[in-house]
């Protein structure tokens, strides 16, 4: 009797684990989430830290979960991909984890052996390698941002006694879980080339690595961070065998079962998002999306922070480009209103979100105004609270409000979410700005993640940057979705064979003999055939708010000139 196939997605985000098992057309058919643990220093706000086996543990139950709800046997799962965060995890080259807090332990054998994205310990290393401005600098934008992995173990290394340091494997977080996966210590493409400062044109540079203090890395053929001769995998190429028999018995499915190259989380978004069809005022769109059409689609990809990605056939350098950070929670937790606030959605039945909404329609019709624009004219937000990563690649960049007034109430609490709304998206046009000024020619921005269920700021987007948005099936399963096609993709250009009939064998991998181009359209097509139709939401600004949200621009820009004046002057006067 024939068998379905089906592929599994694991997407480790910042806080939680996330598996779905889904079909070859893309149906999910199951999916399971499980909480990770995130530490933190109580005396430096600049430390979040994680544990690579805490991660794995909520790995394995997710997928367990999905087997045992959907009662899809594990011979059915043909393939599966990863997608992380892009955090630097440690281990010794058995696999051990090695500790990377500041301390007596840090390079010893514990579970605290994660340095999350958001860790912002490595300032002093990444200003060292930003004077270098070395050739590797043009694929990070220009400027290597703190949250990167090389300054990171670069800092490892500055405060790691340093008997210890030869000990220690380097992965950003996804070639982490392939290697726990596979027990095969290949890298991908993708985390290389956009954390580690890995060229594809040229590979690992042996002088920019002198200059910094890391020409230990350089010995051994890089074995430290992976990436010996033919150890460099593009996205859903197979790795090593497949499933390890350890992994497979961890994670409850087959030994051998293919496992695709994975992808930054963020990626996965572009890959789960980017080839969709969509429905505009209920109709489906007749296009059907080619691989070229592709370099028009600007994805982004909604969690924790938002990046922006988009992809074309030759490389485009764009200066701080490589996401605005997400404050809507931040502000609305923090304002002194906010408990009315979750109070009154109670008592409404309503999301706060919704709630607040309805308040500045009401505010926008008692003040007479035609716009929500129009309610917050005078109120101004920038909105980088923590740092800039694009495009100007400012970690110092702090946010500010102008024209605040003595209110502390909810009318107050609603249009500073408002205008919090108007910064991200003004942010975002910043950024697609940028992006065209260098050669990119952006026709639509393809959302996923939280920021998608936000019908007006998705409004605020497609106004602001002047072109329609597309909002994906299910906002926050883009990403898995994408780990998901890594899966298929691994599992559609490696062989099998069986050792008994009607018994799942163990998967030998078979070099990929794909050429780049033909892995890019067998890519493409499997994107085309699992990405479910999204929902076009076109621009419909009035004359009068166009030229209210091009006045917001101008300010917007002006107020990062300003910003960046006078830290000059104050760090001028402090000399």
Known sequence: MPTDSYY???????????????????????????????????????????????????????????????????????????????????????????IVTKGDQLGQYGDRNVILWADHRAEKEAGLINKTKSEVLNYVGGTMSLEMEIPKILWLKNNMDPSLFPQCQFFDLPDFLTYRATSSVTRSACSLTCKCSYVPSSGWNAKFFGAIGLEDLCKGNYQQIGAEAGNLLTAGRPVGKGLSKAAAEELGLFEGTPVGSGLIDAYAGWLGTVAARYKEDGKLSEVVPSLEESKHRLAAVAGTSTCHLIQSPKGVFVDGVWGPYRLIDFILTTHP?????????????????????????????????????????????????????SPIADPRMRGSFVGLELDSGLSDLARKYNVTLEAIALQTRHIVDEMNARGHQIRSIYMSGGQAKNRALMQLFADTCGVPVVLPFEHSGAVVLGAAMLGRFAAEVCQTSGTEEGERGVTYIAPCSLSPEEQGQLLWKIMTEMTPVGTLVAPSASMKEKKLLEAKYRIFRESIEIQQRWRKEMDDASK
Request: charged fraction near 25%.
């Open 8 to 98: 599994i997605g694991i997407d480790v985000g910042t806080g939680s684990a996330r598996a779905s098992l889904v079909k070859k057309d893309g149906t999910v058919v199951a999916s399971s989430t499980y909480d990770t643990i995130t530490y933190r220093d109580p005396n430096d706000h600049r430390i979040f830290e994680q544990s690579t086996s805490n991660i794995w543990v909520s790995i394995s139950a997710a997928i367990k979960d999905c087997l045992a709800t959907s009662q899809v046997p594990p011979s059915e799962v043909k393939g599966l991909g990863f997608d992380a965060t892009c955090s630097l995890a440690v281990s010794d080259f058995d696999g051990k984890p090695i």
């Open 337 to 389: 209103a906010y408990s009315k606030l979750v109070e009154l959605g109670r008592e409404q039945g309503k999301n706060i979100h919704t709630v607040l909404q309805e308040m500045l329609e009401k505010l926008r019709v008692e003040n007479k105004f035609e716009t929500l624009t129009e309610l917050t004219k005078d109120l101004h937000m920038y909105p980088d609270f923590h740092g800039n990563r």
